[in-house]
């Protein structure tokens, strides 16, 4: 029996393309500053804060409420947050909103926005913060 290219090409690209990882994470999203930018100016995105009360106090961005990711009521803080709308959180540089995304995810929140960059890449970005 004679195999020709074509079939073995259709193979090919049949067990490449079907075999791609499928598993994204659709609860979190790692968005820039230009996208969370126009998330706060067109949506109801719950913003939060995840620094401390004095990183929060040195300049934040405007709507953000401040639940401190390290504080030691952090869980039952964030439960007082509403599931079912999308969340946006942000840190000093994007450690912490990461793992408190993660932590959203598995507490049952629908959709988490991850500022990449953290505040520090919204102010280098020009981005308004207020005191």
Not at 84 to 108: E, I, L, Q, T
Request: hydrophobic share 40%; proline share 2%.
């Amino acid at each position: 029996m004679k195999v020709t290219p074509f079939l073995l090409l259709s193979f090919f690209f049949l067990t490449t393309y079907s075999c791609k990882e499928t598993n994204k994470d659709s609860a979190i999203e790692l968005i820039t500053v230009e996208e969370m930018d126009s998330l706060l100016e067109i949506s109801k995105v719950q913003l939060i804060d995840v620094r401390t009360p004095k990183e929060y106090a040195e300049g934040h961005i405007e709507g953000a409420v401040n639940i401190d990711f390290r504080d030691e009521n952090f869980e039952a803080l964030i439960a007082k947050v509403d599931k079912s709308k999308p969340v946006a959180v942000y840190c000093g540089r994007g450690g912490r909103s990461g793992k408190c995304s993660a932590f959203m995810k598995k507490a049952g929140f629908t959709k988490i926005y991850d500022l990449d960059g953290g505040i520090t890449e919204w102010k280098f970005k020009g981005k308004k913060v207020i005191r």
